[in-house]
């Protein structure tokens, strides 16, 4: 099955755009992980059991695994292990990089962590993609429009054929042989999902920034949807993993995560 | 004692521009490593030791770490304990996030692996190098202008005020308030070092590209050097590494780099 595939048959099944983003950062941990063997795992178990029948796709943030040390690995594994096998699950670790390097990242995030999409950065251009995109089966989502401010500095910048990101976006629909590629573009540039629909009508679109970042749900649900009504996974990461700092840390994450999907559903059917 | 400072010292006492990039590729490893308990960690602090007086600096790349999976995490940190404390270490690792999780990548790699410097991706703009400058004795190249074909798509595209890759270089200086940014120069791009040494006269490049790919070393290093006649960190991987793949492969490694060596001094020279 396609990563493809298994996105469309997560969001049909669990009716959800909603991805939730694994960031396990140690200083936001409930107090009442600390205690347990391994905090970390035992925090994002708890998790994924609370919100897994309300997910379209989980997305781990390699960077607050890689901080934890050499127990970052068996955590990262641990945790995937953990997740229903009828979720995608998305590494975001924006890796970019030519050759026999980007075969080995794609080894190490496909192979041999077993993941369905990764996140890539483009600024290399074609073949820091290529090897990626190369595993048919898997996602690719490059980074187009980011939500933060610096997207200005070099992403919005005007080219003769209009701003970088949008000659980001030809080039992944260029690049989409195999239809596995995808673009990050965040919630914050609402102005700029009309004409990246346009341009790229198929391609899936991973859409951070709704949380804390205060993107507007309505205007990238509306106009960010592909012509089946999908094509869309809405991150959010810190409102719904330290939803509450107490004991009940899984229970507030699925009632925020609740919320969430059902904003985003009332926003589908409007 | 500042990256920068650790640099020059290294330079000076081996004088040497050269940096070794360590890529263990496991379908390289030379027949003589393969029956040790750890053939890539025997490998590496075989070729250490064989090399250490002769460079300026060693560039451990971490998607062939990250490809080994569990063990990838202890084999990296102790090929960095092996290293020289008077050798700076570059992780060549090309992240690029924002906030909180580009907080995780520098504490990963400068702190948990305790590397000199690492490399960044600039795509997402300021506040994606910002928490990694942060760090002001740990040096930071953004990506510029790469050795790759892929270059091209977007790199060497025009804005009004010139090709995307100079905007980099501006914006690089602009932000390197702590003295502490680098840029990463392909060597295949020998006609771009000019105006980015003008451009960037204090900023260390670090130069990919002058074995397998094939860059002008005499270019880059006449072009190349500050006004010191030095800012070069001129990267070679696969060309020492796997000079040999017989028993004598920690040698002909040492010999590939005395010759890169005394080639590159002879160019700093003339």
């Known amino acids: 099955m396609t990563f493809q595939e298994k996105l469309r048959a997560a969001a049909t099944q669990n009716q959800s755009l909603l991805c939730v983003g694994l960031d396990p950062d140690q200083a936001q941990l409930p107090a009442a992980v600390r205690?347990?063997?391994?905090?970390?795992?035992?925090?994002?178990?708890?998790?994924?059991?609370?919100?897994?029948d309300l997910v379209c796709a989980y997305k781990p943030n390699f960077a607050f695994f890689g901080a934890l040390g050499e127990r970052g690995w068996p955590t990262l594994k641990a945790t995937l292990e953990h997740i229903p096998p009828s979720i995608p699950v998305i590494i975001d670790a924006k890796v970019g990089d030519i050759g026999n390097t980007a075969e080995h990242y794609a080894r190490m995030f496909f192979e041999v962590l077993g993941a369905d999409a990764l996140t890539v950065n483009p600024y290399m251009g074609r073949d820091a993609v290529a090897p990626f995109l190369a595993y048919r089966d898997k996602g690719v989502f490059l980074l187009c429009l980011t939500s933060n401010k610096g997207a200005e500095d070099f992403e919005q910048q005007q080219l003769a054929e209009g701003p970088l990101y949008l000659r980001v976006a030809r080039k992944a629909c260029e690049w989409n042989t195999a239809g596995n590629c995808g673009l990050v573009v965040g919630?914050?540039?609402?102005?700029?999902?009309?004409?990246?629909?346009?341009?790229?009508?198929?391609?899936?679109?991973?859409?951070?920034?709704?949380?804390?970042?205060?993107?507007?749900?309505?205007?990238?649900?509306?106009?960010?949807?592909?012509?089946?009504?999908?094509?869309?996974?809405?991150?959010?990461?810190r409102a719904i993993l330290y939803a509450s700092g107490g004991v009940d840390f899984a229970e507030a994450a699925r009632r925020t995560a609740q919320q969430l999907r059902q904003q985003i559903e009332a926003c589908r059917t409007t």
Chains 1, 2 share one sequence.
């Open 187 to 237: 919630a914050t540039q609402a102005g700029a999902f009309t004409e990246l629909r346009q341009l790229a009508p198929d391609l899936p679109f991973l859409v951070p920034g709704v949380g804390a970042q205060g993107g507007d749900l309505e205007a990238v649900v509306r106009k960010g949807t592909d012509t089946l009504g999908g094509g869309l996974l809405i991150n959010a990461s």
């Open 35 to 52: 205690d347990q063997d391994n905090p970390t795992l035992h925090f994002l178990k708890h998790l994924i059991d609370a919100t897994a």
